[in-house]
C-alpha cells in the first residue's frame, strides 16, 4: 500500500456544555491512501460532520479538539498556523459541506464566486487565464459554459451542487470531503452528481471522504467504509466485506434499514433512538439497541480489534 | 370488471392545476388532468411517487382540500369540496386527516406538545371527559409504539403526528413525505405504523414519496407521476420490480443498491440530450427518453391498460386497451 495521503489519529472533539462535557468525536483514527473513496455512515448525530470539520481545524468554540493529530502528505496539520491552515483548506483539503448548494451567493454569477474562490487563495491571474480557468472547470463538471454568467438561481438543484464541486476542486485538493453532497436531490440528479464527484476525482487523483447514511450510495460509490456511532468508529473495512459480511450489529441494523426493492415485507428499524451525547450508556454505546448485547457490553467499552481485515470495536463480533 | 356503484370516500375527477405567472409569465402546470377515486369500504395504501416538481404534493393539497384545482374537481361522498355545506365540510375534515412533511413545523412552539393531540378531540367533541381524552389520547399515542409519558421529553415528533391522525380515527390519512425528514432507524417504525393504520384499523393513506423504495415496502398501489402528467400506475410489486414506462425504469435504474456489484455509477449516461425537442403537446418525457420517436412529440400519449392491474402512458404500448387519460381507475384495485 501507498503512503496515506491523510492520516486521522485518536481524534477527540468535545464541546464544553452547561450540563457537563459532551464527546462529539472519540478516539477516531483511520489512514486514506491517495485516490481512495473513503465512506463515513451513521445517523445524525453521530458526529460524522463534526469529524469532518476537526480534520479542518475548523471547530467552533465551545467545540474544541481534546487530542488528536491529522496529518496531510506527511505534514501535521497542528503544526501549521492560521495562515497555514487557510492555505490547506481547499488546496490540501477541500470540503463540500451538507446543503453547499444553498451556500452559493445568491447576488453573484457563479462565475464570479468562482474566480472569488481562486483570488482568495492568493491566485492572482489575468483575465484570460481567469476565463480559462473557470471555462475547464465548468467543463470538469460537466457544465454548459454558459454558467459562468448565470446565477445560482438559474440553475436547478443538480446544477448547483455541481458548481459547488467545480469550486472544490479549484485548487486541485489532495482530499476532497463530501458531506451528504446529494441528500436534498432527487435520486436521477443524485446519481449525475455522483458520476461528475467520481470523474473529477479520478482525474484529480484525490482522495474522497463521502459522508451519508445511505448504505446503498456507499455500496455503489466508496471502496472502504468507517461506521461512526455516538462518536467513535465501531467498524471500519473494505465496502464488499461490509455489505456480504457486516461484523458490527449496528452495521447490520444500517443495512436492514435500507428499503429492499427485491423483496418486501423486509423493512426494519433500529430499535431505539440515537443516544444523546452528553448521556452515554456505559460500556459500548449501542448496547441499548443491540439485539446480541451481553453483560459485558453494559460495563466494557469495546476497542477496535482486526477481524479479518476489518475493525470493529465489539464484543461479540 | 364492473365495481358496484358506491360513491367513493374521495375522489379526483379530472384535475388540473396550473399555477399563475406573474408579469406576463408561463403560468406553471403542477398537475395535468388526474382522475383518482378512494374507496373507504377497501382499505389500501396508495403511493405517489415523482421527483420534486412531479405534481405530487400538488394532488395532496387537492384532496386535502388546502388548494382548489385550475379545472375539474375534488369529491367528497360524492360532492364538490367547493359545494360542501357546513356539516358536510366537518365530516370532510375528520374523514380526511394529513401527516406532513416537516413534523417540527406543525407544532405552534407557544403550547405543549399534547395541544395537537387535545384539540381535534375538542374540535370534533369525540370525548366526553378530562378521563376519556387522556384515555383516548393513551390509546393512540400506544398504538404508534409510544407511551404516553414519553411525549414531554425527547420524543420523536412525526410518531405523535400518526398517533393524531389515528385519534380521529379518519378514513384517509394524506402523508405527504412523512418520512423524508427522519432517519433510518425512525423510517421502518413510522412506515410500520402507516400499514397497521390500513391493516388493523381500516384507515386508507395515500403516502405521497419521492422515494420508490419505501413506496415498494409499504404500499399496495402506486402511481407514477413525471412533471404533472401521470406515466404509470398499478401494483406496486409489478411496477417497481418490472417498470414499464421508460421514465420509470430511469427511476428505479437511479436507486443505488447496497450490492456487491457496481453497476451504478456506470450505467449513468447524460440523459437529458436525445437531440428531440419537446413540445408542449406531446409526451412529457419525450426529450429525456431513450426510446423518443417521431409520435412522441406529435401528441399526448395515451394511457394503456397493459395488464389488468398496470397502466401506462406510453405510445409503445399503444396496441392495448386505451383508459381515459390520466384515469388509471381500477386498475389501482384489487
Known amino acids: 500500500m501507498s503512503e496515506p495521503i491523510l492520516c486521522v489519529e485518536g481524534l477527540r472533539v468535545a464541546f464544553d456544555h452547561p450540563l457537563g462535557k459532551v464527546q462529539a468525536v472519540d ?20 458526529g460524522k460532520s463534526t469529524l469532518a470539520l476537526a480534520i479542518l481545524r475548523m471547530i467552533k468554540p465551545p467545540g474544541r ?19 497555514g491552515i487557510r492555505a490547506v483548506r481547499l488546496a490540501g483539503i477541500a470540503l463540500v459541506p451538507q446543503g453547499s448548494m444553498n451556500s452559493l451567493n445568491p447576488v453573484l454569477r457563479i462565475g464570479r464566486q468562482i474566480a472569488d ?125 461490509i455489505i456480504t459480511k457486516p461484523r458490527h450489529p449496528y ?7 435500507l428499503p429492499s426493492l427485491e423483496r418486501r415485507g423486509a423493512l426494519a428499524g433500529i430499535p431505539g433512538l440515537a443516544p444523546l451525547l452528553r448521556d452515554l450508556p456505559p460500556g459500548c454505546a449501542f448496547h441499548p439497541r443491540c439485539p446480541q448485547a451481553t453483560d459485558r457490553c453494559r460495563i466494557e467499552k469495546p476497542m477496535a480489534r482486526d477481524i479479518a481485515g476489518a475493525q470493529v470495536a465489539c464484543h461479540v463480533a | 370488471m364492473w ?86 365540510r366537518r365530516a370532510f375534515r375528520h374523514d380526511v386527516q394529513a401527516v406532513f412533511q416537516d413534523p417540527y413545523g406543525v407544532y405552534n412552539p407557544f403550547y405543549r406538545i399534547d395541544h395537537v393531540l387535545t384539540t381535534p378531540l375538542r374540535r370534533f367533541r369525540l370525548a366526553g371527559s378530562r378521563a376519556e381524552a387522556r384515555q383516548l389520547i393513551g390509546e393512540a399515542l ?60 381500516g384507515i386508507s393513506v395515500l403516502y405521497i414519496t419521492h422515494d420508490l423504495a419505501t413506496a415498494y415496502q409499504v404500499s399496495d398501489a402506486i402511481l407514477v407521476l413525471y412533471r404533472a402528467h401521470l406515466v404509470e400506475a398499478g401494483d406496486v410489486g409489478r411496477v417497481v420490480t418490472a417498470p414499464r414506462h421508460p421514465y420509470t425504469q430511469l427511476l428505479v435504474s437511479a436507486i443505488p443498491r447496497a450490492h456487491l456489484a457496481r453497476e451504478w455509477l456506470a450505467q449513468e449516461e447524460d440523459s437529458r440530450r436525445n437531440g428531440v425537442t419537446p413540445t408542449a403537446a406531446g409526451c412529457c418525457f419525450a426529450e429525456r427518453c431513450p426510446l423518443a420517436m ?19 402512458a406510453c405510445v409503445q404500448y399503444q396496441d392495448h386497451p386505451t383508459l381515459p387519460r390520466g384515469n388509471p381507475g381500477e386498475v389501482l384495485c384489487d
Open chain 1, 27 to 46: 478516539d477516531v483514527g483511520f489512514a486514506l491512501s491517495p485516490g481512495e473513496r473513503f465512506g463515513l455512515a451513521g445517523e445524525s448525530g453521530s
Open chain 1, 65 to 83: 479538539i481534546a487530542a488528536g493529530e491529522v496529518w496531510l502528505a506527511g505534514q501535521r496539520l497542528a503544526d501549521l498556523d492560521d495562515e
Open chain 1, 117 to 241: 474562490t481562486l483570488a482568495d487563495h492568493g491566485l492572482r491571474l489575468g483575465r484570460t487565464e481567469q476565463e480559462r480557468r473557470i471555462k475547464a472547470l465548468l467543463a470538469d463538471v460537466g457544465l454548459p459554459q454558459t454558467v459562468s454568467r448565470m446565477y445560482p438561481h438559474e440553475l436547478s438543484g443538480g446544477m448547483k451542487q455541481r458548481a459547488c464541486i467545480a469550486i472544490a476542486i479549484s485548487l486541485r485538493p489532495k482530499v476532497i470531503i463530501a458531506d451528504e453532497p446529494t441528500s436534498a436531490l432527487d435520486v436521477v440528479v443524485q446519481r449525475q452528481v455522483m458520476a461528475t464527484l467520481a470523474r473529477v476525482q479520478q482525474d484529480l487523483g484525490a482522495a474522497v471522504i463521502l459522508i451519508g447514511h445511505d448504505m446503498g450510495l456507499m455500496a455503489q460509490f466508496v471502496d472502504r467504509l468507517a461506521v461512526m456511532y455516538a462518536g467513535r468508529l465501531v467498524e471500519v473495512a473494505p465496502i464488499a466485506e
Open chain 1, 251 to 257: 452495521t447490520r441494523a444500517l443495512i436492514a434499514a
Open chain 2, 3 to 88: 365495481r358496484d356503484p358506491v360513491v367513493p370516500l374521495i375522489e379526483a375527477v379530472d384535475v388540473t392545476k396550473r399555477f399563475a405567472g406573474g408579469l406576463g409569465r408561463e403560468g406553471t402546470l403542477a398537475l395535468a388532468g388526474l382522475s383518482l377515486a378512494i374507496h373507504a369500504e377497501k382499505p389500501s395504501i396508495i403511493a405517489v411517487v415523482g421527483e420534486s416538481g412531479s405534481g405530487k404534493t400538488t394532488l395532496a393539497r387537492l384532496l386535502l382540500g388546502l388548494a382548489e384545482p385550475s379545472r375539474g374537481e375534488i369529491r367528497y361522498r360524492g360532492t364538490n369540496l367547493r359545494a360542501l355545506d357546513r356539516d358536510g
Open chain 2, 142 to 201: 400506544r398504538s404508534v409504539g409510544l407511551q404516553p409519558e414519553e411525549i414531554l421529553g425527547r420524543f420523536p415528533h412525526q410518531r405523535v403526528m400518526v398517533a393524531r391522525a389515528l385519534l380521529l380515527q379518519p378514513k384517509l390519512i394524506v402523508a405527504d413525505e412523512p418520512v423524508s425528514m427522519v432517519d433510518a432507524s425512525l423510517r421502518a417504525t413510522i412506515l410500520g405504523s402507516l400499514r397497521e393504520l390500513t391493516d388493523e384499523h
Open chain 2, 294 to 312: 417521431p409520435a412522441c412529440v406529435a401528441g399526448p400519449p395515451g394511457l394503456y391498460r397493459i395488464q389488468p392491474r398496470r397502466a401506462v
